[in-house]
């Protein structure tokens, strides 16, 4: 067990420019999140898939954000045309439905975003 | 939809003494609870859970919580705190459905506990 693996941890970039995160999550783990925290605050949920579905978005996830998990393992957030206010920690976790473990959800050690 | 409210944003602690940082929540259905750690750029650790059966729960580092149903809370204790405990604690609930797993976790804002030698 490797844990949750995040990639970058850290990431600036400029406004108007795409980003791209990736998250590959405990192995056997069929469930993904995505969060997001800003300074001071708790995460706050983005989405979640099971398997390679995305099932729940929140409202936070504006168009300009997107997420895939298109085999079931590793998932990607990508973010179009960032704004300042996109900067913050986005967090991912994973979790084996229906397993042992079930309902508790693992954390990555999150990738930083700073846009100038 | 949930809720939690942590009450404290900061809490500072002498070292070797008590301390509890509280939780209280809101939901219309059942609901799982959780406290989280994040150490200083770090992701987050699960230090406990309560998913069911008996209301006092205990977790990692000398940590333990109470669910008390009647007043929606899940305060988090631990009779002696170390240097080593300093972080941010956040609680966490996600509410039960039919399905019998968990969706997004809801957290708090955190409360950041300060040990003081």
């Known amino acids: 067990d490797t844990g949750v693996s995040q990639d970058p941890r850290h990431k600036i970039t400029k406004r108007g420019q795409n980003v791209t995160f990736r998250c590959d999550p405990i192995s056997e783990h069929n469930r993904l999140y995505w969060y997001r925290q800003t300074l001071g605050q708790g995460p706050e949920f983005l989405t979640y898939?099971?398997?390679?579905?995305?099932?729940?978005k929140s409202r936070l996830l504006s168009d300009r954000f997107s997420a895939e998990r298109p085999k079931g393992s590793f998932s990607t957030l990508e973010i179009q045309r960032t704004e300042q206010g996109d900067s913050a920690m986005y967090l991912c976790a994973s979790s084996l439905l229906g397993g042992r473990a079930r309902e508790t959800q693992y954390f990555g050690p999150g990738t930083r975003l700073l846009v100038l | 939809a949930q809720s939690v409210t942590q009450l404290d944003s900061q809490v500072p602690v002498f070292e070797e003494a008590p301390v509890e940082l509280r939780c209280n929540y809101s939901s219309s259905v059942s609901v799982y609870l959780f406290w989280y750690v994040q150490y200083p750029n770090q992701g987050l650790q699960l230090l406990l859970k309560?998913?069911?059966?008996?209301?006092l729960v205990k977790g990692i580092n000398g940590f333990e919580a109470e669910f008390n149903k009647s007043q929606t809370s899940f305060h988090l204790r631990k009779p002696s705190v170390h240097i080593s405990d300093t972080a941010e604690y956040f609680c966490?609930?996600?509410?039960?459905?039919?399905?019998?797993?968990?969706?997004?976790?809801?957290f708090g804002k955190g409360t950041h506990l300060i040990i003081q030698p």
């Open positions: 898939f099971q398997n390679e579905a995305q099932l729940e």
């Open positions: 966490a609930v996600s509410e039960e459905y039919s399905g019998g797993g968990a969706d997004g976790l809801t």
């Open positions: 309560y998913l069911s059966g008996s209301t």
